[in-house]
């Protein structure tokens, strides 16, 4: 497998949603009997736990596929299977783990099968009735659709996208906000959702200049993707390069004092000491803005 990928720790490579099963009504009959399947306990706060399923314990106790609590996620490269079924907490579980704080230590085809199971999780939870007449929803396709029980309108899962940003003046220095949500210490990388009709290259710029007043002459390019179900992003990631020397973008920044409370421009030299000192804390290691942040601390280029 190729070390440098994936990017981002939740973009999970090497995995087959078999979305094309989900319709059969044979596939049942087939996962009795599958080599390997592993069960993924998913709560809508992004806590998962696996737990492999032998073959002798699977005989009727896959029904929750059909009845809305749980869903089949897909299987890995090496042919196992994921199924999800969904919790409302994890209360006395030792082994469940908080996806925000995954590493790349954990298999790629896991990461995506716990990515799919959190956002199922929080999407069957959010979505029981219909919004156009109030009836009852019917789960289908083995957790991935309902069905009005009397207009027969069809619902699916959600994700809404969002852009996230490394911002960079002329000297390099990389620039960090304080969300007025978060506890003063914690800085991250702009981000925003896209509005209707927007391209994510507007929403970068249009973000960029509504959260900390700049307006700078780079083109925002875009450096990959990545999901974040919490409940239900997918976060596109860019560069931009302000086209701004240090003196203009310290003249210029105006946090709006809405969202964000502090912004700065950092040099690498300035960040390391910062977090040394407790005075920078970075958000959480699962994130698109760990991965980068880190990155560019360790020298690489982000690009």
């Known amino acids: 497998m190729n070390k440098k990928f994936p990017l981002f720790p939740l973009s999970g490579a090497l995995y087959d949603s ?3 099963a989900r319709t059969r009504k044979d596939f049942l009959d087939e996962l009795y009997s599958a080599k390997s399947c592993s069960l993924l306990l998913a709560s809508a706060d992004g806590f998962v736990c696996f737990r492999e399923i032998i073959p002798s314990r699977r005989e009727g106790n ?19 299977h994921f199924l999800a079924s969904f919790v409302t907490g994890f209360e006395g579980t030792q082994e469940a783990f908080d996806l925000r704080q995954v590493t790349h230590e954990v298999e790629p085809a896991q ?13 069957n939870f959010r979505t ?9 929803l019917l789960p289908l396709c083995l957790g991935w659709e309902k069905e009005c029980t009397s207009c027969k309108a069809l619902y699916y899962p959600r994700t809404d996208p969002a852009v996230i940003m490394t911002v960079f003046d002329e000297q390099g220095r990389l620039l960090l906000a304080n969300n007025t949500r978060w506890e003063r210490t914690r800085f991250s990388l702009l981000a925003g ?3 209707a009709g927007e391209s994510p290259e507007t929403t970068v710029l249009r973000e960029v200049f509504e959260e900390v007043g700049l307006r700078g002459e780079g083109i925002p390019r875009i450096l990959g993707t990545s999901p974040w179900p919490f409940p239900r992003s997918l976060m596109l990631v860019y560069r931009l390069d302000l086209g701004l ?36 804390t970075l958000p959480a290691r699962s994130s698109v803005a760990y ?9 690489e280029e982000i690009a």
């Open 18 to 20: 078999n979305s094309l």
């Open 62 to 80: 896959l029904e929750f596929l059909l009845s809305g609590q749980g869903a089949y996620l897909g299987k890995s490269p090496q042919g196992e």
């Open 111 to 123: 990461v995506a099968a716990a990515c799919a199971a959190v956002a199922l999780a929080s999407w």
């Open 128 to 136: 029981r009735y219909c919004e156009r007449c109030a009836n009852p």
């Open 193 to 195: 959702y896209v509005d």
């Open 245 to 280: 020397s240090a003196r203009q973008v310290d003249a210029q920044l105006r946090v709006d004092g809405k969202e964000i409370r502090e912004a700065a421009f950092f040099t690498r030299k300035e960040l390391e000491q910062d977090i040394a000192r407790g005075r920078v």
């Open 291 to 299: 991965a980068l942040i880190t990155r560019w601390l360790r020298g």
